[in-house]
């Protein structure tokens, strides 16, 4: 599949990497060491890295501006993004020429006239590293290690969830001899700002637990502005109620807008992701997302999640 991959690469002047919205560690970093790996191989070629900047993110890498005109006939590459709908674009990206879609979560929409899924990876980051085992003569550097390292920690909390590995710490380790600073580019990751601790001290306050051992809590519109928290930063706090040992999966609702809920959805063994497809998202059996569009939905929910720990039982 790489292979051809690249084959059809090499066919276009211009390539858009684009991804999903509300973008992680692994959504960037993915980006952004594709385009240092393209870069690398193709330095002829405009290679573009796109979407909603996220300041908590700039580390990782900026995003670049550039006009819808620059799809037409351009070759379009979706990284770490499941489905259509949760493409961060505008839709100009349907202006390309072709599609290829790179993705570890399961397939359930190969929008891409070219699909390389694999769910056996912890994360789309370490996908993109195969890249560099298939180019002649490539040299692995910083510029394309970081930003992967980033995307496969992120995504593995560092090494923490279930997806991570024996492939996954063979390919980190790999990336570390590069030169990289690991211990940086973790504590970048775990770092967080005096508001994002406030939100959490909030959440183990107000934090519900269910007999059989599901926790959620809803963040309403009015409370969240009070933390007045940068685009991104409630992310930070989705794994703190994991840390809990009386918990076994749990979701955190975040109204930003009125009447229009995320909700980030986790479990330690139990799969969940069959209920956020339920609600219209979707993503991995441990880790989920999706928006529902009213508090009764969010209730529906959480009785779903709650059942789904007692039925496990």
Same mark, same amino acid.
Request: charged share 25%; with cysteine; hydrophobic share 40%.
């Given at each position: 599949?790489?292979? !051809?991959?690249? /084959?059809?690469?090499?066919?276009?002047?211009?390539?858009?990497?684009?991804? #999903?919205?509300?973008?992680?560690?692994?959504?960037?970093? %993915?980006?952004? &060491?594709?385009?240092?790996?393209?870069?690398?191989?193709?330095?002829?070629?405009?290679?573009?890295?796109?979407?909603? !900047?996220?300041?908590?993110?700039?580390?990782?890498?900026? =995003?670049?501006?550039?006009?819808?005109?620059?799809?037409?006939?351009?070759?379009?590459?979706?990284? *770490?993004?499941?489905?259509?709908?949760?493409?961060?674009?505008?839709?100009?990206?349907?202006?390309?020429?072709?599609?290829?879609?790179?993705?570890? #979560?399961?397939?359930? !929409?190969?929008?891409?006239?070219?699909?390389?899924?694999? !769910?056996?990876?912890?994360?789309?980051?370490? =996908?993109?590293?195969?890249?560099?085992?298939?180019?002649?003569?490539?040299?692995?550097?910083?510029?394309? $290690?970081?930003?992967?390292?980033?995307?496969?920690?992120?995504?593995?909390?560092?090494?923490?969830?279930?997806?991570?590995?024996?492939?996954?710490?063979?390919?980190?380790?790999?990336? $570390? /001899?590069?030169? +990289?600073?690991?211990? /940086?580019?973790?504590?970048?990751?775990?770092? =967080? %700002?005096?508001?994002? $601790?406030?939100?959490?001290?909030?959440?183990?306050?107000?934090?519900?637990?269910?007999?059989?051992?599901?926790?959620?809590?809803?963040?309403?519109?009015?409370?969240?502005?009070?933390?007045?928290?940068?685009?991104?930063?409630?992310?930070?706090?989705?794994?703190?109620?994991?840390?809990?040992? /009386?918990?076994?999966?749990?979701?955190?609702?975040?109204?930003?807008?009125?009447?229009?809920?995320?909700?980030?959805?986790?479990?330690?063994?139990?799969? +969940?992701?069959?209920?956020?497809?339920?609600?219209?998202?979707? &993503? #991995?059996?441990?880790?989920?997302?999706?928006?529902?569009?009213?508090?009764?939905?969010?209730?529906?929910?959480? $009785? *779903? =999640?709650?059942?789904?720990?007692?039925?496990?039982?």
């Amino acid at each position: 599949m790489i292979d !051809d991959i690249l /084959k059809k690469i090499a066919q276009y002047k211009t390539i858009v990497i684009i991804r #999903h919205q509300n973008p992680d560690p692994d959504a960037i970093g %993915s980006q952004a &060491g594709l385009r240092a790996i393209l870069q690398q191989v193709y330095p002829q070629k405009n290679i573009y890295i796109t979407g909603i !900047d996220l300041p908590v993110l700039d580390w990782i890498s900026p =995003m670049e501006k550039i006009s819808d005109s620059t799809f037409q006939d351009a070759l379009v590459i979706a990284v *770490d993004t499941a489905n259509e709908r949760r493409i961060d674009n505008d839709g100009a990206y349907k202006k390309a020429a072709e599609i290829i879609k790179i993705d570890h #979560h399961p397939n359930v !929409d190969p929008f891409g006239d070219i699909n390389w899924v694999d !769910d056996t990876f912890s994360s789309c980051a370490e =996908m993109i590293f195969s890249f560099t085992e298939k180019i002649p003569n490539f040299q692995l550097n910083k510029e394309i $290690a970081a930003p992967l390292y980033a995307g496969i920690i992120g995504d593995t909390v560092r090494f923490l969830n279930g997806e991570t590995s024996y492939r996954t710490l063979m390919t980190s380790a790999k990336l $570390a /001899k590069t030169g +990289i600073d690991i211990s /940086k580019i973790s504590l970048q990751e775990d770092e =967080m %700002s005096l508001q994002v $601790a406030h939100l959490e001290a909030y959440i183990l306050n107000h934090l519900k637990i269910t007999d059989s051992g599901f926790g959620y809590i809803i963040i309403r519109k009015d409370t969240l502005e009070n933390f007045q928290l940068d685009d991104g930063e409630i992310d930070h706090v989705v794994p703190l109620i994991g840390r809990i040992n /009386k918990v076994n999966n749990w979701i955190v609702v975040s109204e930003k807008n009125l009447n229009r809920f995320r909700v980030n959805l986790r479990s330690k063994c139990i799969p +969940i992701n069959g209920i956020a497809e339920q609600y219209g998202g979707g &993503g #991995h059996p441990l880790a989920s997302g999706a928006y529902v569009d009213s508090i009764d939905k969010v209730k529906d929910l959480i $009785a *779903d =999640m709650d059942k789904l720990n007692k039925h496990a039982e």
